[in-house]
């Protein structure tokens, strides 16, 4: 397959490699191991990813938002979100979660890429809300976050299906930087491995930044 060049070339090639895979692979066996449902009249597969509803086509991948309400909609256009989930319908292992929720760092490859995470995820959500709570609470609720007691601010929220996160936020002032912490569900390990776990925090505070525009 001859793909041009792209400013996104990095990840299109992936991308492209995910669908033919993807393309060949039994749908069933596909929504059997990783929970998703299938509609095998319609060849349609159905999640739910951050408080919006998706349809995935088999063979062609192609996605659909059920909700589209005007505000944004990550499985639609963007790369990222797409390669991860691709990843997800042919790798992952959807498994029941026993309400435990554990810092990347308690994953099982946390330890040598944890500090990578921090900048990339923890510090970003950090410095992106540390000082705007008010916007954050609001956006939160808007994806149908629950507050929880933890930080200045803090929210539980399904990242995809029964896959749930928790961002916790304490607030900066002329004194101290914001910090931040961001927990994933213990079922989380069976569905990703270490860097697309890092791309779920990519994809969660870059949903939280461009729905804050507009509030």
């Given amino acids: 397959m001859n ?25 069933k066996l596909l929504s059997e191991v990783s929970g998703v449902p299938y509609d095998g009249e319609k060849g349609l597969f159905t999640v739910t990813l951050m408080n919006k509803r998706y349809t995935i086509s088999h063979p062609d991948f192609e996605t659909v938002c059920l909700d589209e309400d005007g505000s944004y909609a ?7 979100t797409k390669i991860l ?4 319908l042919l790798e992952g292992k959807r498994v029941p979660s026993q309400g435990n929720f554990y810092a990347y ?13 921090q900048g990339r995820c923890v510090k970003r959500l950090a410095f992106s809300f540390g000082f705007s ?6 956006v939160m609720e808007k994806l149908g976050g629950e ?10 929220f399904a990242f995809l299906d029964d896959l749930k996160l928790q961002f916790m936020i304490w607030e900066g ?10 927990l994933f569900s213990d079922n989380f390990s069976s569905a990703f491995c270490g860097e697309d776990m890092a791309a779920v925090g990519d ?13």
């Fill in 3 to 27: 793909i041009p060049y792209e400013k996104n070339q990095k990840e299109r090639v992936p991308f492209e490699t995910y669908k033919a895979r993807y393309r060949e692979a039994d749908p």
């Fill in 85 to 88: 989930l691709v990843r997800y």
């Fill in 203 to 215: 994809i969660s505070i870059g949903t939280l930044k461009t729905l804050a525009r507009d509030l």
């Fill in 133 to 138: 709570l008010e916007k954050f609470c609001r």
């Fill in 147 to 156: 507050k929880i007691s933890v930080g200045d601010a803090g929210y539980e």
């Fill in 105 to 117: 760092a308690d994953m099982p490859w946390g330890n040598h890429y944890n500090q990578v995470f």
């Fill in 74 to 80: 990550p499985l639609l256009d963007n790369l990222e």
């Fill in 173 to 182: 002032d002329e004194e101290f930087p914001p910090s931040a912490q961001i």
